[in-house]
T-cell receptor, first 111, second 113 residues
Framework: TQLLEQSPQFLSIQEGENLTVYCNSS?????LQWYRQEPGEGPVLLVT?????EVKKLKRLTFQFGDARKDSSLHITAAQPGDTGLYLC???????????FGKGTKLSVIP | EAQVTQNPRYLITVTGKKLTVTCSQN?????MSWYRQDPGLGLRQIYY???????DKGDVPEGYKVSRKEKRNFPLILESPSPNQTSLYFC????????????FGDGTRLSIL
């Protein structure tokens, strides 16, 4: 099983601040997905990164896939209270159909 | 509306009493999977299925069974539940594989006393 390590585990910031969440592994992944989960609900896909070095933007969220396809980051600019939630990265190792999730980063944005 | 439906949403039961959590998707997806989510441990895959009659173990399959007799349904069976299976369970589906965007159900909170 490929492991995905997310950091930080918890993050509490003021509205308007910037933040970065990391997702790292020693294994190569075919692609990495980022999800956001709110209490009482299932995770919802934010983005999938496929190509090494790829950068994708979703409004104030910027996702990057490492050149070696072993790591990814999520950067949020000018965080808002609506960004509060659990952020999860997930991926399948090369040649595998089993999906592995990181343990998540719990983000709280204080108004 | 495209969705993954799990039932029940909440269940409190006792050790050893067999139970089944149903999962159904209406998107004609090939890939379906079950996860459990526990504090500090994150989402862990229990079983996944690539197609009808094709299932495989995830990271934590012990104590669980699944079946995939039809494309749309993927029930999770606990033959003899134990307290360590108390958890929040999610079913998910995707078009082809784990590399595709996963659509999750709303979750089933199971308490085994």
């Amino acid at each position: 099983t490929q492991l995905l390590e997310q950091s930080p585990q918890f993050l509490s910031i003021q509205e308007g601040e910037n933040l970065t969440v990391y997702c790292n592994s020693s294994s190569v992944f075919s692609s990495l997905q980022w999800y956001r989960q709110e209490p009482g609900e299932g995770p919802v896909l934010l983005v999938t990164v496929v190509t090494g070095g790829e950068v994708k933007k979703l409004k104030r969220l910027t996702f990057q896939f490492g050149d070696a396809r072993k790591d990814s980051s999520l950067h949020i600019t000018a965080a808002q209270p609506g960004d509060t939630g659990l952020y999860l990265c997930a991926g399948c190792g090369a040649g595998s159909y089993q999906l592995t999730f990181g343990k998540g980063t719990k983000l709280s944005v204080i108004p | 509306e495209a969705q993954v439906t799990q039932n029940p949403r909440y269940l409190i039961t006792v050790t050893g009493k067999k139970l089944t959590v149903t999962c159904s998707q209406n998107m004609n997806h090939e890939y379906m999977s079950w996860y459990r989510q526990d504090p500090g441990l994150g989402l862990r895959q229990i079983y996944y299925s690539m197609n009808v009659e094709v299932t495989d173990k995830g990271d934590v399959p012990e104590g669980y069974k699944v079946s995939r007799k039809e494309k749309r349904n993927f029930p999770l069976i606990l033959e003899s539940p134990s307290p360590n299976q108390t958890s929040l369970y999610f079913c998910a589906s995707s078009r082809w594989t784990g590399n595709d965007p996963q659509h999750f159900g709303d979750g089933t909170r199971l308490s085994i006393l």
